[in-house]
């Protein structure tokens, strides 16, 4: 079989508009149709692994596109659903709650810009390859609990107006600066496994890290915590950096394990806990 590759640039808007009418079809018959369609790309992925032409080609078949849908055109419930090559849901809008609870995102999820107006829930999730949820605003709760990033995520400039719940998850890198919480946040009991940047991150409510392990750098420069900060029994491999944040309410760093090589580091929290507590 002769595989024609596709060229290196973006496809047209044609092909761009089939792909997503296929999409918005293979939603409509059902979640047994779609699941018998990533069956196939997965086996197929399989198959061409040794040709690069082909795998080209694949990654635009396997490919899920909602770029810039109408709110109207997004559907809503894509739980326990298998994406088996990119996923693209960028400036995307979903009027009613969306729904991707055990969710499995074999290529990169690209939600950048997506507005969730009545939340999201993406618990118990994988997302195999990098997750990019910049400047995704999040009219309701965002439900992330048990979810796996094994590839880089990043929530810059990602607006939640209400509750954020990470709790339980765990995640290679994770990018939040700029990220602004209206309710809760909660990133406790989270395994951080690379650099975690928290900078200019503002929580409007309280923020919770309790029992989190950072396990390589994390910055919280320039965060603002306007109430309760809770990072009890947290553990830091390395050196975490706090310059310019300011904590607003009451700060809990009972049991915080920070290395015993980064003295000043401990002497600041000290002295931030008897000033605060």
């Known amino acids: 079989m002769r595989a024609f590759a596709l060229p290196s640039s973006l496809p047209p808007a044609a092909l761009i ?14 979640a047994a149709a779609w699941g018998d ?9 399989v198959a061409l692994a040794d040709d690069a032409a082909a795998q080209r080609l694949w990654v635009f078949a396997a490919t899920t596109e909602f770029a810039d849908a109408a709110p109207l055109a997004v559907h809503h419930d894509l739980s326990g659903l298998t994406f088996p090559g990119p996923v693209d849901f960028s400036n995307a809008g979903f009027v009613n709650a969306a729904w991707f609870s055990a969710s499995t995102f074999h290529g990169e999820a690209n939600f950048r810009d997506t507005r969730f107006e009545r939340g999201a ?3 118990s999730a994988t997302f195999h390859a990098a997750a990019d ?32 719940w990470f709790r339980g998850g765990a995640f290679a890198a994770l990018d939040m600066e ?19 940047n928290f900078s200019n991150v503002t929580f409007g409510d309280n923020a919770d890290f309790e ?10 420069d320039d965060a603002r915590f306007a109430r309760n900060a809770r990072f009890v029994t947290s553990r830091f491999r390395r050196e975490p950096s706090f310059d310019r944040a ?20 401990h002497r600041a929290l000290a002295d931030l806990a008897r000033r605060l507590g």
């Open 17 to 30: 508009a089939a792909r997503r009418a296929a999409t918005l079809e293979r939603l409509t018959r059902g």
């Open 37 to 45: 369609w990533a069956d196939v790309m997965q086996s197929l992925s």
């Open 121 to 123: 829930t993406f618990e």
């Open 133 to 164: 949820f910049d400047g995704a605003s999040f009219g309701r709760s965002g439900e992330f609990r048990q979810v796996r990033f094994q590839g880089p995520a990043s929530f810059r400039r990602a607006e939640f107006v209400k509750d954020a």
């Open 178 to 196: 700029g990220a602004s919480f209206g309710g809760e946040a909660g990133f406790g009991d989270v395994r951080y496994g690379g650099p975690v």
């Open 211 to 220: 029992a989190a392990t950072f396990d390589d750098a994390a910055r919280f």
């Open 246 to 265: 300011r904590f607003l309410g009451k700060s809990l760093f009972d049991g915080m394990e920070v290395p015993r090589d980064t003295s000043p580091v």
